[in-house]
T-cell receptor, first 115, second 115 residues
């Protein structure tokens, strides 16, 4: 199994508060991704990173920011949490853009509830 | 605009029979397709993939079929086992120039295999 951990695993917060989720990998992989999973939507990409300090937006990036100061850590920040950001958040990594495949390996997820 | 669709939210089959999960896509730039399996409270795990240059890929009990003209792929599980009960996500990727490894996921299909 790919060495990916996410913290916290569960969090309950109030509307308007800032929240930071952490993804940590021990694989030294270049690419990291943040997804959210919601019923009826599957997994949707929020932001991704293709190297230290190199990040870009995904399809549902509004209200989220990310940072990657080290290869092993990718942080997702909700500057001011809203109830619509209640979701399960998954981090994923892929080692390269090998033409043979773009398999991503996922962390265990963080369940976030915004009251 | 949902570029990858799994139109069946759920599927129930008897143990030992075949499970067929379907997925449709709209973007003709997609050239690599993946299936993920997800158990409750865990991250998705990679199951099988197929490149657009193939129409079939097999791995043990799992076979993925790709029909490019119909923009349709399916996952066959034979024989189905109770441990296969999970949510299955179809995902697609465009690996051309500027490949960033981004995956577009379908909504998921919940498979229940009854003993």
């Amino acid at each position: 199994d790919a060495g990916i951990t996410q913290s916290p695993r569960h969090k309950v917060t109030e509307t308007g508060t800032p929240v930071t989720l952490r993804c940590h990998q021990t694989e030294n992989h270049r690419y990291m991704y943040w997804y959210r999973q919601d019923p009826g939507h599957g997994l949707r990409l929020i932001h991704y990173s293709y190297g230290v300090k190199d990040t870009d937006k995904g399809e549902v990036s509004d209200g989220y920011s990310v940072s990657r100061s080290k290869t092993e850590d990718f942080l997702l920040t909700l500057e001011s949490a809203t109830s619509s950001q209640t979701s399960v958040y998954f981090c994923a990594i892929t080692s390269s853009l090998d033409p043979m495949g773009n398999e991503q390996f996922f962390g265990p997820g963080t369940r976030l509830t915004v009251l | 605009d949902q570029q990858v669709k799994q139109n069946s939210p759920s599927l129930s089959v008897q143990e030992g029979r075949i499970s067929i999960l379907n997925c449709d896509y709209t973007n003709s730039m997609f050239d690599y397709f993946l299936w993920y399996k997800k158990y409750p409270a865990e991250g998705p795990t990679f199951l099988i993939s197929i490149s657009s240059i193939k129409d079939k890929n097999e791995d043990g009990r799992f076979t993925v079929f790709l029909n490019k003209s119909a923009k349709h792929l399916s996952l066959h599980i034979v024989p189905s086992q109770p441990g296969d009960s999970a949510v299955y996500f179809c995902a697609a990727s465009a690996r051309g120039s500027g490949n960033t490894g981004k995956l577009i996921f379908g909504q998921g299909t919940t498979l229940q295999v009854k003993p």
